[in-house]
Protein backbone atom coordinates (compact mmCIF):
# COMPACT_ATOMS: atom_id res chain seq x y z
CA UNK A 1 0.00 0.00 0.00
CA UNK A 2 1.05 3.65 -0.98
CA UNK A 3 1.89 5.94 2.44
CA UNK A 4 2.51 9.28 2.37
CA UNK A 5 4.43 11.30 5.08
CA UNK A 6 3.16 14.86 6.37
CA UNK A 7 5.58 15.63 8.63
CA UNK A 8 8.82 15.76 7.41
CA UNK A 9 10.89 15.17 10.52
CA UNK A 10 11.05 11.65 9.96
CA UNK A 11 12.73 11.36 6.19
CA UNK A 12 15.37 14.85 7.80
CA UNK A 13 15.96 11.71 10.18
CA UNK A 14 16.59 9.17 8.32
CA UNK A 15 18.12 11.59 5.36
CA UNK A 16 20.85 12.38 8.20
CA UNK A 17 21.93 8.53 9.28
CA UNK A 18 21.72 7.83 5.72
CA UNK A 19 24.29 10.83 4.83
CA UNK A 20 26.24 9.34 7.66
CA UNK A 21 26.62 5.97 6.86
CA UNK A 22 27.29 7.56 3.14
CA UNK A 23 30.17 9.41 4.79
CA UNK A 24 31.37 6.36 6.74
CA UNK A 25 31.41 3.96 4.31
CA UNK A 26 33.47 6.20 1.97
CA UNK A 27 30.21 6.27 -0.46
CA UNK A 28 29.49 7.81 -3.80
CA UNK A 29 26.24 9.16 -4.73
CA UNK A 30 26.60 6.95 -7.68
CA UNK A 31 27.53 4.16 -6.04
CA UNK A 32 24.33 4.04 -4.03
CA UNK A 33 22.79 4.98 -7.41
CA UNK A 34 23.90 1.95 -8.85
CA UNK A 35 22.52 -0.46 -6.50
CA UNK A 36 19.34 1.61 -6.39
CA UNK A 37 18.96 0.83 -9.87
CA UNK A 38 18.11 4.43 -10.72
CA UNK A 39 19.55 7.43 -11.70
CA UNK A 40 21.93 9.31 -9.44
CA UNK A 41 20.08 12.63 -9.14
CA UNK A 42 16.57 10.76 -8.67
CA UNK A 43 18.51 8.39 -6.22
CA UNK A 44 20.20 11.12 -4.28
CA UNK A 45 16.62 13.62 -3.99
CA UNK A 46 15.01 10.51 -2.60
CA UNK A 47 17.76 9.49 0.11
CA UNK A 48 17.86 12.84 0.68
CA UNK A 49 14.04 12.65 1.37
CA UNK A 50 12.52 14.59 -1.55
CA UNK A 51 11.08 11.26 -3.55
CA UNK A 52 10.04 7.78 -2.57
CA UNK A 53 11.82 4.72 -3.42
CA UNK A 54 10.68 1.62 -5.20
CA UNK A 55 10.23 -1.18 -3.03
CA UNK A 56 13.44 -3.35 -4.36
CA UNK A 57 15.78 0.21 -4.94
CA UNK A 58 14.64 1.28 -1.18
CA UNK A 59 15.89 -2.76 -0.10
CA UNK A 60 19.26 -2.19 -1.97
CA UNK A 61 19.67 1.25 -0.65
CA UNK A 62 19.37 0.35 2.73
CA UNK A 63 21.35 -2.73 2.59
CA UNK A 64 24.50 -0.90 1.07
CA UNK A 65 24.08 1.79 3.94
CA UNK A 66 23.34 -0.84 6.75
CA UNK A 67 20.14 0.79 7.29
CA UNK A 68 17.31 -1.27 9.03
CA UNK A 69 13.68 -2.42 8.10
CA UNK A 70 12.17 0.87 9.19
CA UNK A 71 14.07 2.86 6.94
CA UNK A 72 13.43 0.42 3.92
CA UNK A 73 9.49 1.56 4.60
CA UNK A 74 10.19 5.32 4.81
CA UNK A 75 12.31 5.40 1.88
CA UNK A 76 9.11 3.73 -0.11
CA UNK A 77 6.59 6.77 1.71
CA UNK A 78 5.41 9.49 -0.78
CA UNK A 79 7.50 12.49 1.38
CA UNK A 80 6.66 15.95 2.39
CA UNK A 81 9.02 17.92 -0.70
CA UNK A 82 10.90 20.63 0.17
CA UNK A 83 14.14 20.67 1.41
CA UNK A 84 15.04 24.86 2.17
CA UNK A 85 12.91 26.23 4.34
CA UNK A 86 11.47 29.86 4.32
CA UNK A 87 13.57 33.13 3.22
CA UNK A 88 16.81 33.28 1.28
CA UNK A 89 19.21 30.48 1.09
CA UNK A 90 22.13 30.91 2.51
CA UNK A 91 24.37 27.77 1.65
CA UNK A 92 26.08 29.38 -0.90
CA UNK A 93 25.81 26.78 -3.69
CA UNK A 94 22.01 27.03 -3.23
CA UNK A 95 21.75 30.61 -3.21
CA UNK A 96 23.84 30.34 -6.48
CA UNK A 97 20.56 28.54 -7.83
CA UNK A 98 18.65 30.95 -5.75
CA UNK A 99 20.73 34.06 -8.04
CA UNK A 100 20.23 32.32 -11.06
CA UNK A 101 16.67 31.94 -10.85
CA UNK A 102 16.38 35.81 -9.97
CA UNK A 103 18.21 37.24 -12.34
CA UNK A 104 17.09 34.50 -15.24
CA UNK A 105 13.67 33.33 -13.64
CA UNK A 106 11.90 35.70 -15.93
CA UNK A 107 13.91 35.21 -18.95
CA UNK A 108 13.15 31.30 -19.03
CA UNK A 109 9.59 32.31 -18.27
CA UNK A 110 9.43 34.68 -21.18
CA UNK A 111 11.00 32.02 -23.43
CA UNK A 112 9.21 28.89 -21.93
CA UNK A 113 6.07 30.74 -22.70
CA UNK A 114 6.85 32.31 -25.88
CA UNK A 115 7.75 29.14 -27.28
CA UNK A 116 5.33 26.68 -25.24
CA UNK A 117 2.47 29.04 -24.82
CA UNK A 118 0.59 29.27 -21.25
CA UNK A 119 1.80 26.59 -18.61
CA UNK A 120 4.70 25.22 -16.65
CA UNK A 121 7.71 22.72 -16.86
CA UNK A 122 7.13 19.79 -14.66
CA UNK A 123 8.99 19.29 -11.84
CA UNK A 124 7.47 15.85 -11.04
CA UNK A 125 7.89 14.23 -14.65
CA UNK A 126 11.57 15.87 -14.69
CA UNK A 127 15.21 14.29 -15.55
CA UNK A 128 18.23 16.16 -13.97
CA UNK A 129 21.65 15.91 -14.71
CA UNK A 130 24.69 17.33 -13.71
CA UNK A 131 28.33 17.08 -15.46
CA UNK A 132 31.64 18.62 -14.94
CA UNK A 133 32.84 19.71 -17.88
CA UNK A 134 36.88 21.21 -18.98
CA UNK A 135 36.43 24.98 -19.55
CA UNK A 136 38.38 25.81 -23.05
CA UNK A 137 39.55 29.34 -20.47
CA UNK A 138 40.89 26.62 -17.63
CA UNK A 139 39.55 25.06 -15.08
CA UNK A 140 35.93 23.31 -14.99
CA UNK A 141 32.30 24.10 -15.44
CA UNK A 142 29.11 22.58 -14.34
CA UNK A 143 26.45 21.39 -17.22
CA UNK A 144 23.22 21.40 -15.27
CA UNK A 145 20.55 20.11 -17.48
CA UNK A 146 16.61 20.42 -16.31
CA UNK A 147 14.29 18.39 -18.17
CA UNK A 148 10.94 18.47 -17.56
CA UNK A 149 7.35 17.99 -18.82
CA UNK A 150 5.95 20.92 -20.26
CA UNK A 151 1.92 21.14 -18.96
CA UNK A 152 -0.29 23.52 -20.61
CA UNK A 153 -2.59 25.45 -18.61
CA UNK A 154 -6.02 23.79 -19.36
CA UNK A 155 -9.01 26.36 -19.32
CA UNK A 156 -12.49 24.70 -17.54
Same mark, same amino acid.
Given at each position: ????????? #??????????? #???????????? +?? +? #???????????????????????? #?????????????????????????????????????????????????????????????????????????? +???????????????????????
Amino acid at each position: MVHAQFNPS #AREALADAAVE #AKVRKNLSWQQI +AD +A #AGLSVAFTTAAVLGQHPLPEESAK #AVAELLGLDDGAVTLLQTIPTRGSIPGGVPTDPTIYRFYEMIQVYGTTLKALVHEQFGDGIISAINFKLDVRKV +ADPEGGERAVITLDGKYLPTKPF
